[in-house]
Every structure is written in structure tokens, then in C-alpha cells.
């Protein structure tokens, strides 16, 4: 019963996204935008790293999966491009380009291409875990530059961290994605 309304939904939704005009998805696209920008506000920060765990990968994830490879990377270059703009919400309410964390924010426009192209195939869950992926090359390639330390220091403050809960995140959006059925 559940899984048929479930279905369904999604039917619906994917079925009136389908006869959306380009204004109404470019809507969506800033709507996915903020909902970034609040789930970056859940955060935790950790005393040995300036990268926090945040919400903001399932969220950058389910935009690719929602709005499709196109507006779901239009929806992450307006969360960046509104943030280096000087909009507060990156995590903690920050803005602006020169953060350790921008890496990561670059990542997130390529990340919701690829959960979208990957939602469109077969194999949804390896897409979830490569955008994760390209997520943290971004981000340490950016992060360098704050801390300046070596390859291994990089992974060990700006990767394994975050792992097992963006393994959990991207296995949680993937199986969604496998779960609607696109029309």
C-alpha cells in the first residue's frame, strides 16, 4: 500500500516536472538552492578539521535526482554563485570564496550533474557515490590551500571523516532514485 502511494507520487511529480516550461524549473533550481543553503546550517563542527559535517551532500544529491542533471547543477551554481555574493548560507551562516570549504561547494556543481545523469541509469547508487566522490577531490584540491599540508594530512582531515556518514547519505539517495520510478 505504501510503496504504490509512494510510487505514484513520484509518477505525479515527475510527470508535471515533465510539463514544466524552463521559468518553472529555473524556479525549482533556486528553490533547491536554498533548501542547500538551510541544510548547510546543520552542521557539526570538528576541533581537528575546518570542514564540518553537514546535510548539504544529500541535499546536492537529491537535486541531481529531482531536477535532473541540468537544473540540478543550475540549482548548485546559484547556491555558489549567491554565496561567494555574499548571501549567508554557507554553514554557520557564512559567505564568500575564500573559505577552506569552497572546494567542497565546487564539488557540489558537479556532483549534481552526475547523481543526475546517474538517476537516469541503471546503476543509481554508483553515481551517488561518485559524486560523493568528486565532492572530496574538489574539496581537499581547495582545501590545500588553507592548510598546506601533504596528500595523507588532506585525506585525514578533509575525506575519512566524512565517509561514513556521506556513504550513508549517498546509499539513502541512491536507493531513492531507485526507488522512483521516472516516467
Do not use: H
Request: hydrophobic letters at 50%.
Amino acid at each position: 500500500m505504501i510503496r504504490k502511494i509512494w510510487i505514484k507520487t513520484w509518477d505525479k511529480y515527475f510527470e508535471i516536472y515533465r510539463l514544466m516550461g524552463i521559468t518553472e524549473k529555473i524556479i525549482l533550481s533556486i528553490i533547491f538552492s536554498i533548501l542547500t543553503g538551510i541544510s548547510a546550517q546543520i552542521y557539526i563542527k570538528l576541533p581537528f578539521t575546518p570542514v564540518p559535517v553537514t546535510m548539504q551532500t544529500f541535499t546536492v544529491l537529491l537535486s541531481g535526482i529531482l531536477l535532473g542533471k541540468n537544473f540540478g547543477c543550475l540549482s548548485q551554481i546559484f547556491y555558489f554563485i549567491g554565496g561567494i555574493s555574499g548571501i549567508g548560507w554557507f554553514y554557520a551562516g557564512g559567505a564568500g570564496i575564500l573559505r577552506p570549504t569552497t572546494g567542497y561547494l565546487i564539488g557540489f556543481i558537479f556532483a549534481s550533474y552526475i547523481s543526475g545523469y546517474y538517476s537516469e541509469k541503471k546503476n543509481k547508487i554508483l553515481g551517488m557515490i561518485l559524486s560523493t566522490i568528486i565532492i572530496y577531490i574538489c574539496g581537499i584540491l581547495y582545501l590545500k590551500i588553507f592548510v598546506n599540508k601533504g596528500f595523507k594530512d588532506l585525506l585525514l582531515i578533509g575525506v575519512l571523516p566524512f565517509i561514513p556518514g556521506d556513504i550513508i547519505k549517498a546509499i539513502i539517495a541512491g536507493y531513492l532514485a531507485k526507488s522512483i520510478k521516472r516516467i
